[in-house]
């Protein structure tokens, strides 16, 4: 039997497993996260976490695939990259999905939530370091004080909003106070400064914030948790 590995969480990924799997092919989707792996059929193959060029290599030499399929989302250029490089030197077809929305792509590359018990369910399953561009209030009372070592609130620069951090319980070095608008680079210093691999951040209506947040993660390779706030 032939067998197919795709790259993605996408709808795209999870489509054309579909339309392999109608034609008898064996199938395995690798993905980053485990919010990813939940929105795949039961029973499907599939591999979790976040893998470098070499780790990338080792995989795909283990797995052993006829062709590899690369459905990760248009932003994930290190990551098409990576899967190109590694099917060249093994010496694997390797075909790219087409996305055709591009400019709404993101859409489907991030995790919605729409209330505080759901940003906490949803970083409990993300293991890395979080910066949380939320602000504090949608996080207050929610019980995510053993969470606290490994997320980085981002908040204005007051002592109100720093001293209600504290209270929280976050760590004094994890407060970041700082006055918007972020450019992309000041964020990604920081995603690099605290090795973050996630982030929470607000529905992103504004154009700017788009282009210099969620992007940038999303192009990284970072777990993006959207919040949207449900209507009263």
Not at 70 to 92: K, W
Not at 107 to 136: F, H, T
Not at 147 to 173: H, I, N, S
Request: hydrophobic share 40%; glycine share 6%; net charge neutral.
């Amino acid at each position: 039997m032939e067998r197919y590995l795709i790259f993605g969480g996408t709808p795209e990924s999870r489509e054309t497993a579909r339309m392999l799997r109608r034609r008898g092919k064996q199938v395995i989707i690798s993905v980053t996260t485990e919010y990813a792996r939940s929105l795949l059929p039961p029973g499907t193959l599939c591999h979790v976490g976040r893998l470098d060029a070499d780790a990338m290599l080792q995989y795909i030499r283990e797995v052993a695939p006829d062709r590899v399929v690369d459905a990760t989302h248009p932003y994930a250029v290190v990551a098409s990259q990576n899967i190109l490089q590694c099917t060249q030197v093994l010496g694997i077809p390797c075909e790219r999905v087409q996305f055709h929305n591009l400019d709404d792509a993101w859409r489907d590359a991030v995790e919605w939530v729409s209330s505080p018990e759901e940003v906490v369910y949803a970083l409990r399953r993300e293991p890395g370091n979080v910066l949380l561009g939320i602000g504090r209030d949608p996080l207050m009372d929610c019980g995510i004080r053993t969470e606290m070592p490994r997320l980085y609130p981002r908040v204005v620069p007051t002592p109100e909003a720093v001293d209600a951090c504290l209270k929280m319980g976050f760590p004094q070095e994890n407060i970041i106070a700082m006055t918007a608008p972020f450019s992309k680079t000041l964020t990604m210093a920081l995603f690099d400064e605290k090795n973050i691999t996630g982030v929470v951040v607000r529905d992103a209506t504004d154009t700017n914030y788009l282009h210099e947040m969620v992007i940038p993660a999303l192009e990284r390779g970072a777990h993006v948790i959207m919040y949207r706030k449900k209507q009263a």
